[in-house]
């Protein structure tokens, strides 16, 4: 009976190793100590029966895959891997309704404008798209214009 209720301690014991990989930097020594913890309460269900052991391997079977699930679907949510991952950008465009406040206003191309591009307008970088033509970077900019949340923009003459 000690010997039975040491296995379920070992998975117990190993379940906790492999959650704490997901949210501790180990760089793999806990999934180690996981596996090791498996292999060794496999070989202690052994002494006990073979009834025993088989039904440790079924266990394995279950929660090593259940682990690796949650792990991968866990981790990324986790302190660690938000301090790790990139994260989305920002999005930088305004609503239509607040983009017709930059229309006539001047600014430059910071891309070339073929027919879309970047345009900085009062410090605030915006996607542009040029009326008509290729505007090249540099070139200064009037707003003439709106399409979604593009500005539409003509060379400043």
């Known amino acids: 009976m000690d010997l039975i209720l040491s296995v379920f301690a070992l998975l117990v014991a190993a379940v906790i190793c492999i959650w704490l990989e997901f949210v501790v930097p ?3 020594i806990l999934a180690i100590f996981f596996l090791l913890l498996c292999m060794v309460a496999l ?3 052994a002494f006990v029966s073979m009834d025993f052991a088989a039904l440790t391997v079924i ?3 279950v929660m090593i895959p259940t682990a690796g699930w949650c792990g991968f679907r866990y981790y990324p949510n986790s302190p660690i891997a938000r301090r790790i991952f990139l994260h989305k950008p920002a999005p930088t465009s305004l609503p239509a309704n607040e983009l017709r ?3 006539n206003k ?9 027919p879309s591009g970047v345009c900085t307008i009062e410090q605030q970088r915006f996607a542009c798209v040029s009326e008509s033509a290729q505007i090249e970077a540099g070139v200064k900019i ?3 214009g709106i399409s979604g949340n593009y500005l539409i923009v003509a060379p400043l003459v």
Not at 106 to 114: H, I, K, N, Q, Y
Request: proline fraction near 0%; hydrophobic fraction near 55%.
């Open 142 to 144: 009037r707003v003439i």
């Open 26 to 28: 180990s760089h793999g």
């Open 106 to 114: 001047t600014g430059v191309a910071e891309s070339v404008l073929r």
């Open 59 to 61: 266990i394995l079977l």
């Open 101 to 103: 406040y930059f229309i």
């Open 43 to 45: 070989v202690i269900s």
